[in-house]
């Protein structure tokens, strides 16, 4: 596993990502502006997954996915996205009303502001047809007013038909019931349980074409029962924790 201690750009308290073993992105941020720092961590994250075979990230939020992505893409490969949360992630800095910047995580990866990410991280967007966005039951208006008139696909849970081709599947743990997960940072009443959801991961990694998996855990430092467990849940798929495996796909080429 690689873990990424992060949420945004501040480092998170010991025992906040409780993996039972890992390679640790740990890495000096510039001082200053908030986007450099950021684009320093993605960078360090992309690195890191460009030179594992088969990554699994595991990270304090959804903004760490752009270094998946464009990680995954200097191995080579060109993919499309699984994206599991319970919020849409679609904002931009013009339409979100908090300013919370993990609010435009997907829309970042889509290629939103690319003069602040994608240009100096050297992400290329992901084309919205290649990329389906799953629950997302949390919706500002002008979210879903987006989702309205976008290629991107938007499912159920149990839905979930990823796009053809290698895939960077990301899951944000918030889309489970936040009565079954507490001491989430947002949490979303009335969602999938923790079994629909970790079958619904394990079938698409069982396709064979998940090229890196991206657990994103946005809950408070304060440990609670089953975290660690959850993990190895979402993760045991992909050959960690000593669970099976899956044959992983060749990342190099195009869908």
Do not use: K, N
Request: contains cysteine; hydrophobic residues 45%; glycine residues 10%.
């Amino acid at each position: 596993m690689i873990v990424v201690p992060f949420h945004q750009d501040t480092a998170l308290p010991e025992g906040t990502l409780p993996v039972p073993a890992g390679v640790t992105v740990a890495t000096d941020l510039p001082a200053g502006d908030r986007w450099p720092r950021l684009v320093a961590l993605w960078d360090a994250v992309a690195a890191t997954v460009a030179a594992d075979p088969a990554p699994v990230v595991v990270s304090g939020d959804c903004l760490v996915a752009l270094g998946v992505v464009a990680g995954v893409q200097r191995a080579g490969a060109d993919p499309a996205i699984v994206w599991f949360d319970a919020h849409g992630d679609v904002h931009t800095l013009e339409s979100s009303t908090s300013g919370y910047l993990g609010g435009l995580a997907l829309r970042l990866v889509l290629g939103a502001h690319a003069d602040r990410v994608a240009e100096p991280l050297g992400l290329r967007p992901i084309p919205e047809r290649r990329a389906v966005l799953v629950d997302a039951r949390d919706l500002d208006p002008a979210e879903a007013d987006y989702l309205a008139a976008s290629d991107l696909r938007h499912c159920p849970v149990t839905d979930v038909e990823p796009p053809d081709g290698p895939l960077v599947l990301h899951v944000d743990v918030d889309v489970i019931d936040s009565a079954e997960l507490p001491g989430l940072l947002f949490p979303a009443p009335d969602g999938p349980s923790t079994a629909t959801v970790v079958t619904a991961v394990r079938r698409i990694v069982a396709t064979g074409r998940v090229a890196a998996l991206s657990i994103a855990c946005p809950w408070h430092p304060t440990p609670t029962e089953g975290r660690r467990d959850l993990i190895e849940a979402l993760a045991m798929r992909f050959g960690v924790a000593g669970g099976p495996t899956v044959d992983h796909p060749d990342r190099g080429g195009t869908p």
